[in-house]
């Protein structure tokens, strides 16, 4: 798989503490063990010239308190709370000045966030999706990412997740819907 440079961006879900980080509140293992995948992955778009966005789910302390039904914290637990080690990108990730960090409340990194604008002003048409968790934040970008006619990537092997099957039926959603899905050897910068 080809991708322009010019005109790609690596975008890198959530490897935050609290998800990766064996004292993070969300640990998962699986979540820990993408982190090298995913540098890589954001090493060789680097290399060819593409563009690399983080994103950093980040929960204001009182923000579900008067939801009318989406609320995080019910669901999942206090987590990533803003201004806390949790809501961290964790320091194995090579972050770089012109890299571009989101921080969004919700799954989905487009939603109320500067991602499209900044995408567009930068003449991205191309996203390769990796990071965690599969079946939650990857999955719902990825597919706000093709609702919004960007190509989206899921680089299978740059993944995490909490369960094998949630990973499966994530990638296969994403397959068969919205985008597409490889291993990250497989996307070639050219």
Known sequence: MQLDPTQTAV?????QNGFCHPDGSLYAPDSAAAIDPVNELVDRARDAGASV?????????????????????ERW???????????ELVEELDLRADDLVV???????FYRTQLEGWLDAHG???????????????LHTAASAGLRDYRPVLAEDAVGFIEEDH???ALEHADWLFGEVTE???????
């Open 11 to 15: 975008v890198v879900v959530d490897m």
């Open 77 to 87: 637990g206090e987590h990533v709370v803003e201004g806390t080690w949790e809501a």
């Open 103 to 109: 921080e969004k409340h919700t799954y989905d990194a």
């Open 124 to 138: 991205v048409k191309d996203l390769v999706v990796c990071g965690t968790l599969a079946n939650v934040c990857v």
């Open 53 to 73: 966005v983080f994103t950093r789910d980040v929960h204001p302390p009182g923000q579900f308190e008067e939801t009318h039904y989406y609320d995080e914290f």
């Open 167 to 169: 990973r499966e039926y």
């Open 184 to 190: 990250r050897d497989a996307v070639e910068f050219a």
